[in-house]
């Protein structure tokens, strides 16, 4: 009876929130788009398959070597010493076949109560063909970008945790191409490649529980990343936010028996970006306020300048469900959804996917399901991540033969 009224109490708490934030439709018309735009917006991009597979969820989930993009300070509750995890995504398929995300993970376990990663991400936006003012091809680039990761997380009690990472940033997007001008003839050079640095700051809490005799537990996780200077790729750019980002979340784990496991998630995001004003003419804000601020005010504005008010604001928020079912710790099926409101953005999509963890070795794959068919550019979008629990090694060989 009690997993049944979590159960219900989980499923009327989705509904009640997709209502309220979907927000598609004001006062009987439809709602007009006001994204938030900003630049690297491939740091958004959940580069795991167990994430994926949950509706682009984890700052809540059980820790694993990809806590690093959902939230660092898991991994000082990790309990192998050590990790290695690899993932691959192609994306965006629909629209180019040779745009790809890949992704590096590893942390160690300095101690019971200290751990320290790193990750490495990279985002290859494939061939593009530079051409004039005249449609004349010159030249072709592979436009990347890029960033390197390292995160320190230690343990405050058996059931608190915080931890930071730093962040540096490069996006090439076409720096060393030429452009010529259309009425002189004259060629000058492109943008040069952004680069930036930036921090996470993150916490995770974790209560035991014991439910019909049945181990459990509840988490919950927070985690502001990408807290950073802006990036500009020219001198004489205005220089553009890159994507700081508020994530909280729970995630709570029963043990249906001894062999069953169920665990339910959610995550809530909020990009800590001034969202765009209406503006007059002359480009000056007629409603809303001016996003030419520091990152700090624009991190502190971002909760209250949207030009339709409170209620615009909520619609910034987007929400993933997601839920993961284990058999004997060994085999794992997963679902999610993932919901942005229409007035910012209107990614909307369903998430399956599977994980198989042997003796050293995880696997993990995730596919995207979109609410609107298979015109949408995320449609058939797919995500492989295999993990080894190297640390495991070490504990086996100290294990005395008998």
Known sequence: MMKLKIAIVAVLVFVLVNN??????????????????TTVPFLTISPDARGGAMGDLGVATKPDINSMFWN????????????????????????????????????????????????????????????????????????????????????????????????????DLASGAQISSATTGTVSDAPTAGVTAAVDISVYYKIPLQVNNQAGEIAFGINVSNIGNKISYASDETPQFIPTNLRLGSSYTMALDSYNKLVLSTDLNKLLVPTPPIVDSLGRPIKGLSSNVSVMQGMIQSLYDAPGGISEKLKEI??????????????????GYFNESAMKGNRKYFTVGFGLKMTLLTLDFSYLVPTDGRSNPLANTMRFTGSFNIGKIKKKQ???KN
Not at 154 to 164: A, C, K, N, T, Y
């Open 20 to 37: 309220v934030w979907a927000g598609t439709l004001e006062n009987g018309q439809q709602a007009t788009s006001n994204v938030i735009q």
């Open 398 to 400: 100290q294990t005395p």
């Open 318 to 335: 987007t929400i993933s469900v997601g839920s993961e079912y284990w058999y004997r710790d060994q085999f794992a099926i997963r679902g």
């Open 72 to 171: 660092p300070a898991k991994y000082a509750f990790m309990d192998d010493g050590w990790g290695l995890s690899s993932s691959y995504t192609p994306w965006l398929q629909n629209l180019a076949p040779d745009i790809r995300l890949l992704y590096l993970s590893w942390y160690y376990k300095i101690n019971k109560l200290q751990a320290i990663a790193f990750s490495l991400r990279y985002f290859s936006l494939g061939q593009i063909i530079f051409t004039d003012n005249s449609g004349n091809a010159y030249g072709n680039k592979t436009p990347n970008e890029f960033s390197i990761d390292g995160a320190y997380s230690r343990l405050f009690s058996e059931r608190l945790s915080m931890g930071i990472a730093f962040r540096f940033i490069r996006s």
